[in-house]
């Protein structure tokens, strides 16, 4: 047990008060209590709605009242509001409400969770020395069971409650996440598993380990793309407008949105930046050229995590590390979408397997990198192979407007490029928001270094998507003859660019493909291509959290 000095005692004492909602989380998980008090990440999934509607539908007793308490003791450390309080016999108790049922002893006989007790022994302390009165007990109702359980305040449930208080403030000033607690059972019902990952780092520590998914499969809010030029989105009530010219107002709820792309010249009101903003909804840019210009960042409260990524990446062997899981993700990825082309087409397999076998000889090499420059040259070199190899995997019928010949960009000049880049530009979009979301620093990578457009980080972290989700999809369209020579692309001298009826097509192709799932290869779980990026994201997290060996995994089969 760690000692704590005169100093840190007294800084303690300083501190804010804590939640006794927070006490109650650090009573059920030391980890919950810091990802939410620390690092401040919330979620609200339906047990948290669930509860808010109990406290509205319970009937009242008639010597129960309900007041709008709230409590605050600075010396105990303490805020909160209490449920409700009942007076009876000249004695005043404190009521706590859960939706939930009770816990049982060995006798079956109810009792309080410890979490739960703690509260209730909170408020009663709270309103002792805020009111000046004595508590003798609080109760907790288990609604689920129709269980009403005493708890007594007695000297030793006092210094419980201070005992907690102390430890809690201790935890609260620490710059480490505490690891995953032994009890699956309280991870499978927290809200907050999709971001603490629980089971994937218990793969992490055990790799016979076999995780339950408590990841969301899917997120079905839609993604909002704002294409035309001088479209306007506004707010009205708890909806997003969309005006467009010569068009009806279009509108649409705010939880039905993950996040907004403004492409070209649309235009989005300080009331809707506000509004999405507030909701944690991303707001994108993208150019009317395709290009992506940037992300709105609203991160708050990510403080300790960028701390801790500043800390492990400005380690060159980790990133070294980090980069050579990196090239081997993607160029295993490549080569094996090669493999996949001498099944389904009959091109010059000669030089497809001349090429995959290259590229798996290259491969060989990532490992005995000693700096990031020698593996940029090795990147480069499957680059180079994979795209030299890329056409064999396009159909003899593809007119030959639409052939590819090589890889260019900043600007694209021919169709194929054109798709290229407009899908990578989306990517880099969603990539961008899962690094947002998860509360990263995009600024800072492992591989990449720094330029003027496209942040390190997220220029890292698409690698592991690009061909599932870019190249697979544009080869697998153009095979299929859905793009229009003439109407689906603008030229403009050597540049090509997509039209807006382009861009519209690419968008509708791209987010159904996000809507596919893929089985992960350790986790061995299904989620969509949407959840596996920020999925991703969370994994290279834990990789400076020790809880790392998860990372970078995602190769096609």
Request: hydrophobic letters at 35%; charged letters at 30%; one cysteine or more.
């Amino acid at each position: 047990m760690q000692t704590i000095s005169l100093e840190e005692d007294q800084f303690l004492e300083k501190q804010p008060t804590i939640r006794v909602s927070a006490l109650h989380a650090f009573a059920y998980c030391p980890r919950l209590f810091y990802l939410e008090e620390v690092e401040e990440l919330y979620t609200q999934d339906a047990a948290v709605f669930a509860g808010r509607r109990l406290h509205q539908e319970i009937e009242i007793e008639e010597d129960e009242y309900w007041e709008d308490l709230y409590l605050e003791d600075e010396l105990l450390g303490l805020r909160g509001r209490v449920d409700a309080l009942r007076k009876r016999d000249g004695q005043i108790i404190p009521y706590e409400h859960k939706r939930g049922r009770s816990h049982r002893d060995e006798h079956n006989q109810p009792q309080p969770w410890e979490s739960d007790r703690l509260q209730i022994l909170a408020y009663c302390c709270l309103l002792e020395v805020t009111k000046g009165i004595t508590i003798s007990e609080g109760r907790i109702r288990y609604h689920s069971d129709n269980v009403l359980i005493h708890v007594l305040l007695d000297d030793a449930g006092r210094k419980l409650v201070r005992d907690s208080i102390k430890a809690a403030r201790e935890l609260r000033i620490s710059n480490y996440r505490p690891p995953v607690i032994d009890n699956e059972y309280l991870c499978s019902r927290c809200s907050l598993a999709p971001v603490c990952l629980p089971e994937e780092a218990r793969l992490a520590h055990n790799k016979e380990w076999q995780p339950k998914r408590l990841f969301p499969v899917d997120d079905e809010r839609q993604v909002l793309h704002i294409l035309e030029p001088g479209t306007r989105v506004g707010r009205t009530g708890e909806q997003l407008k969309i005006s467009r010219r010569n068009e009806p107002d279009e509108r649409v709820s705010i939880g039905q949105v993950s996040h907004i792309v403004l492409h070209s010249f649309s235009q989005l009101s300080t009331q809707a930046l506000h509004f999405l903003a507030g909701n944690n909804v991303g707001i994108h840019f993208i150019s009317g050229g395709g290009r992506y210009v940037g992300s709105l960042d609203n991160r708050a409260g990510s403080i300790q995590r960028r701390i801790r990524q500043y800390k492990a990446l400005n380690e060159d062997p980790f990133c070294l590390s980090l980069a050579q899981k990196l090239v081997k993700c993607r160029g295993e990825g490549q080569r094996r979408f090669l493999m996949r082309g001498k099944r389904t087409l009959k091109n010059d397999s000669n030089s497809l397997d001349k090429a995959i076998n290259e590229i798996k000889a290259v491969l060989k090499k990532v490992n005995q990198c000693e700096s990031l420059d020698s593996l940029l040259g090795i990147e480069g070199n499957i680059a180079a192979l994979y795209f030299k190899a890329l056409p064999l995997l396009l159909a003899q019928e593809v007119p030959q407007q639409l052939l590819f010949s090589g890889r260019n960009r900043r600007p694209p000049k021919d169709r194929f490029n054109a798709l290229l880049s407009f899908g990578y530009s989306l990517l880099l979009k969603d990539v961008m928001n899962a690094i947002l979301t998860v509360g990263l620093e995009p600024a800072l990578g492992f591989y990449h270094q720094p330029r003027s457009q496209a942040s390190p980080l997220a220029l890292d972290l698409m690698e592991i998507f690009r061909v599932p989700l870019i190249d697979m999809p544009i080869v697998g369209s153009v095979n299929r003859n859905q793009w229009e020579i003439d109407t689906d692309f603008d030229i403009r001298g050597e540049q090509v660019w997509l039209s807006e009826n382009g861009r519209r097509k690419f968008i509708h192709l791209y987010e159904e493909r996000k809507s596919q799932s893929w089985k992960h290869p350790v986790t061995q779980y299904s989620l969509t291509y949407r959840r596996l990026i920020e999925l991703e994201v969370r994994l290279l997290e834990k990789e400076w959290s020790g809880e790392g060996g998860l990372f970078g995994q995602l190769i096609l089969r």
